[in-house]
């Protein structure tokens, strides 16, 4: 157990949606890293929040959006959903800014039909 | 710009056999490298690193050197474990920058 909770594991919704996927970093981690498994894509860097403040972004749509709140858990927003926005999302904690090593939940399966 | 290259998987061998998962880097500075090994229905987890060329990172019976001359990581063990079964990733991360880079991912299957 990494100690990184992610919610839900599974998700099916519909095209055109919008759903929230839901993380909580190990105790005393302040950063949290959003990526995007998929077959085809392979893991891809979505964005980085350190204590709070958007620290670093990567390949994240304009139809994503994420934020982390005080008492650290940090949420993912994907909007107008299409087929293609199905995949694992893995969200990730470390201590420091720097991300020397990273923490993984076990991630969120999005389906979108 | 920066990527890193895995050798394409399935792989599958027999238990008590020799491993190498062959890695690549292109990166226009010194980056630290990584293994990551993701067990079935789990998150990736960090199984080993090395920080500077000629460096040798270790753990559970894994080994890779980080070669800056073929710029490769490959990932060795002497005798793999059907619990050694599971996706490996290679990744490179410059110590300026917060994003982990990811290679593809190489699946291992180990046979009783």
């Known amino acids: 157990d990494s100690g990184v909770t992610q919610t839900p594991k599974h998700l099916i919704t519909a095209t055109g949606q919008r759903v929230t996927l839901r993380c909580s970093p190990r105790?005393?981690?302040?950063?949290v890293y959003w990526y995007q498994q998929s077959l085809d894509q392979g893991l891809q860097f979505l964005i980085q929040?350190?204590?709070?403040?958007?620290?670093a972004k990567g390949n994240i749509l304009e139809r994503f959006s994420a934020q982390q709140f005080p008492d650290l858990h940090s949420e993912l927003n994907l909007s107008s959903l299409e087929l293609g926005d199905s995949a694992l999302y893995f969200c990730?904690?470390?201590?420091?800014?720097?991300?020397?090593?990273?923490?993984f939940g076990s991630g969120t399966q999005l389906s979108v039909l | 710009g920066d990527s890193v290259t895995q050798m394409e998987g399935p792989v599958t061998l027999s238990e008590e056999a020799f491993l190498t998962i062959n890695c690549t880097y292109t990166?226009?500075?010194?980056?630290?490298l990584f293994w990551y090994v993701q067990y079935p229905g789990e998150g990736l987890q960090l199984l080993l690193k090395?920080?500077?060329?000629?460096d040798k990172g270790s753990n559970k019976g894994f080994e890779a050197t980080y070669r800056k001359e073929t710029t490769s990581f490959h990932l060795e063990k002497g005798s793999v474990q059907v619990s050694d079964s599971a996706v490996y990733f290679c990744?490179?991360?410059?110590?300026?920058?917060?994003?982990?880079?990811f290679g593809s991912g190489t699946r291992l299957s180990i046979r009783p």
């Open positions: 990730a904690s470390s201590k420091d800014r720097g991300g020397e090593k990273l923490f």
């Open positions: 105790s005393g981690d302040l950063s």
């Open positions: 929040y350190y204590n709070g403040e958007e620290r």
């Open positions: 990166a226009t500075g010194y980056p630290s």
């Open positions: 090395a920080t500077k060329a000629d």
């Open positions: 990744a490179l991360r410059y110590s300026s920058a917060s994003k982990i880079i």
